[in-house]
């Protein structure tokens, strides 16, 4: 099977952005999807361009345009933002975006009628039904196919410190799971999810989706949902790696570090150099302990067995990084991922509000809440 890479000018960048909706007054999930869908909805078209249904009708998906700074996607994730409050304010719904919900349970929860996603629940079953789950994608713009494949290898030496600076899922059903991230493991479940192999060659990523087609584990390209892909349409490496971002600024922060990532990896191929890889047993080993751990992780650095801790690692990466974040125009976003560090990702945040009132997740959601409309990370 022949799969046509579309190259994108180089960089560039777009963010997809799940959130969920929630009572004002109790916290809990709120199935009002379609209502928001069709209050959001210009005339005469089928769907909001950039405000969209997800699998579950207590989540919408915002998403940016295509994007030569970051800058740019939260301008236009924040107008999308403000478009949804108009709607849900009358409502007495709300947004927010973490892993998971703390204390919504998954069997209360309606499917969005659609049939991809019925058929998704079908073949799943109760995996599927559990994917009670948020998170937040992020393209950049490749400018050669043949840069792809090295790139998503690359990058997966990072995962680990990706989902660690954005794990935001500690609780499940009301209980404390002692994960960072338990979307992480959780969402690898479904069919072709999880770390995605490593192909030296395209044309071993055609055959790989050739037999998916053959075999019937899928009927279109999208549905391989690994943590990194390639997005031949859009021309664009995708990273999936990522719990929900309760702010705009984790947005920025996390979409600034991977266009860097990207954009450097680019250049390092231009210029003739081979990117370095992680056996794919260490790379699997750095995600469960990134999603157990988050910012206490001890990852694996490379095939020799070194380890060092995640935020270490992350601090002397965004040395490095500095200089292309400053030719890309996001110098202040990746600024913000010391931000991060300095105030701890989402599910420390979380665990913390919990303590100090007395185990109270319904204050949880309610931070989260706060977080979301005010874009910010909340500060010691």
């Not at 960089?11 to 916290?27: H, N, P, Q, Y």
């Not at 990522?242 to 702010?247: I, W």
């Not at 794919?280 to 988050?294: D, F, L, T």
Request: aromatic letters at 8%; glycine letters at 6%.
């Amino acid at each position: 099977m022949k799969i046509d890479f579309t190259p994108s000018r180089r960089s560039t960048v777009g963010a997809e952005w799940e959130l969920a909706l929630v009572d004002r007054r109790t916290g809990e999930l709120s199935s009002v999807a379609e209502q928001v869908l069709d209050a959001v909805r210009p005339d005469g078209e089928e769907e909001h361009p950039k405000i969209k249904q997800e699998l579950l009708l207590n989540t919408i998906e915002v998403i940016s345009g295509i994007c030569d700074t970051i800058a740019e996607v939260k301008a236009d994730l924040n107008d999308s933002l403000d478009v949804v409050h108009s709607v849900l304010d009358p409502l007495g719904v709300e947004l927010f975006s973490a892993g998971s919900h703390p204390f919504s349970t998954w069997y209360q929860q309606k499917v969005t009628d659609k049939e991809r996603y019925a058929k998704l629940i079908d073949r799943t079953q109760w995996w599927g039904r559990q994917m009670l789950i948020y998170g937040v994608h992020v393209h950049v713009g490749v400018d050669h196919r043949d840069k792809a494949l090295p790139i998503l290898d690359a990058l997966l030496k990072y995962a680990p410190h990706l989902q660690a600076l954005s794990a935001s899922s500690p609780y499940w059903g009301a209980e404390d799971t002692g994960y960072a991230s338990n979307r992480a493991l959780m969402f690898q479940q479904l069919p072709t999810a999880g770390l995605p192999f490593q192909f030296r060659k395209w044309t071993e990523l055609e055959s790989y989706v050739d037999d998916m087609f053959t075999t019937g584990v899928i009927d279109h390209f999208s549905e391989i949902r690994w943590d990194i892909r390639p997005a031949p349409h859009f021309g664009t490496i995708e990273m999936r790696v990522c719990d929900g971002l309760p702010t705009l600024e984790e947005v920025g922060a996390i979409s600034a570090l991977t266009q860097c990532l990207v954009d450097d990896f680019s250049a390092r191929l231009d210029d003739g150099e081979i990117l370095p890889t992680l056996p794919p047993w260490h790379v699997q080993e750095n995600k469960w302990r990134a999603a157990r751990y988050g910012v206490d992780a001890i990852v694996i650095l490379d095939a020799a067995g070194n380890e060092r801790l995640v935020t270490d690692d992350t601090y002397d990466l965004l040395n490095r990084l500095e200089p292309v974040a400053r030719r890309l125009g996001c110098a202040d976003e990746l600024r913000s991922v010391e931000t991060i560090l300095t105030c701890g990702p989402s599910y420390l945040r979380q665990r913390a509000v919990a303590k100090q009132y007395n185990g109270s997740l319904r204050a949880v959601v309610a931070s989260l809440i706060a977080e979301m409309r005010d874009g910010k990370i909340a500060r010691p």
